[in-house]
Each structure stands twice: as structure tokens, then as C-alpha cells.
């Protein structure tokens, strides 16, 4: 159970797009297709912005979209807003009933 | 509304033991699986441990196993982590938070608990 690897940081203007990835095994990450992506603003609880891979919860804009190719997963936000600035973590399941989460990524809107 | 409120956390020796627990209101509690996650200060989000809705399944993360032991009670829509031999490095917030019902996808969370662990 390591935890999958996420760039430390990203940074966007508002109003561009920002990618962040979310790189595992086959045991993880490549081997199902249940990878959620998470947001979390200082001193917040985390909120669910992606399940499924690409699914967005009720709510959530759908400027934020999830994707996955091999063992690697991608959340894209377009059209970046002020309120986007937070940081960010990648889940997947890995078998046996557990989960893994990434290290997060912290971005900035410049 | 969903509610998910913990209680159980403060400072604790190592070696010694604590218990967590997580009252749920605002949703059918046995219909879901719930979790536990924790975050150190200044850290990142690490699972913990995973209960699906009638105890049959269980999942703890190596950091954790053979130490913290989840379970649930039903009937009183309550989540709990009994938590043993306790190190510096469990010392961090500790969340519960529901299954949205397929795997790695929590969808509320509560506010957590904080666990410090030091002599």
C-alpha cells in the first residue's frame, strides 16, 4: 500500500485549465476503475468532486473532470476560479477492501 | 442532513490505547459502508480503515493492522475505531466518513478528532 504519486503543486490564471495527475500500480490505480478525486480548503473536511474515474457528484461543476489511461489518473479543471485554490487528492481502491490515497497537490490560482 | 460527528480523540501515551467513535444521523447508517481517515498536521489525507455495511468485509491499511480494529453498530448508527498500542506517528485528525456506496468514494465527511499520541 503506497500511496500514489501526485505532482506537490500546480498553479493556474484564472480562467485556464489545470491538469493533475495521479500515478499508481496495476494493483491500484490500473487495476480498477474506482479512482475519486477530493478537495480540501484549509482547515476544511475534504469534499468528493469525482468517483468512478470520471463520474461527477451532484453539485459539482462540470468543470472539474476526471479521467484515466493505464495506471495513471488525471482531474482537469477548466475555466479556473479564485474558489478553486485548495488542495487536492487522488483515491483509488486497491483490492481487499482497502483504499489508497495520493499525496496531494496543492493549487494555486495566480 | 447527513451528520457524521466524532468523539473520542486527545492526548494519549504511547503504547496505550483509544477509542474513536462516529455517530451518524440524516441517512439509512446500514445501507453504506463507512471509513476511517486520518491526516497528520501539515499532512496529506491517508485512509485508515473501511467497514462495508454489515461488518461481512474489512479492510485496514498496513500502517495500522494488527493494531486498529473497526466496527459499527447498526442499531445505534454508530462507526467506531478502537485504536491499540498507539505511536507518535498516529498522532493526526481523524475523520469518519460514508460510502457513496462504490469503492474509494466518501461523500460526507464529519469534522474529525484529533489523536495526539506523546509522552
Known sequence: ?110 | EVQLVESGGGLVQPGRSLRLSCAASGFTFDDYAMHWVRQAPGKGLEWVSGISWNSGSIGYADSVKGRFTISRDNAKNSLYLQMNSLRAEDTALYYCAKGAGVPAAMNYWGQGTLVTVSS
Request: glycine residues 12%; hydrophobic residues 25%.
Open chain 1, 1 to 110: 500500500q503506497s500511496a500514489l504519486t501526485q505532482p506537490r503543486s500546480v498553479s493556474g490564471s484564472p480562467g485556464q485549465s489545470v491538469t493533475i495527475s495521479c500515478t499508481g500500480t496495476s494493483s491500484d490505480v490500473g487495476g480498477y476503475n474506482y479512482v475519486s478525486w477530493y478537495q480540501q480548503h484549509p482547515g476544511k473536511a475534504p469534499k468528493l468532486m469525482i468517483y468512478d474515474v470520471s463520474k461527477r457528484p451532484s453539485g459539482v461543476p462540470d468543470r472539474f473532470s476526471g479521467s484515466k489511461s493505464g495506471n495513471t489518473a488525471s482531474l482537469t479543471i477548466s475555466g479556473l476560479q479564485a474558489e478553486d485554490e485548495a488542495d487536492y487528492y487522488c483515491c483509488s481502491y486497491a483490492g481487499s477492501y482497502t483504499e489508497v490515497f495520493g499525496g496531494g497537490t496543492k493549487l494555486t490560482v495566480l
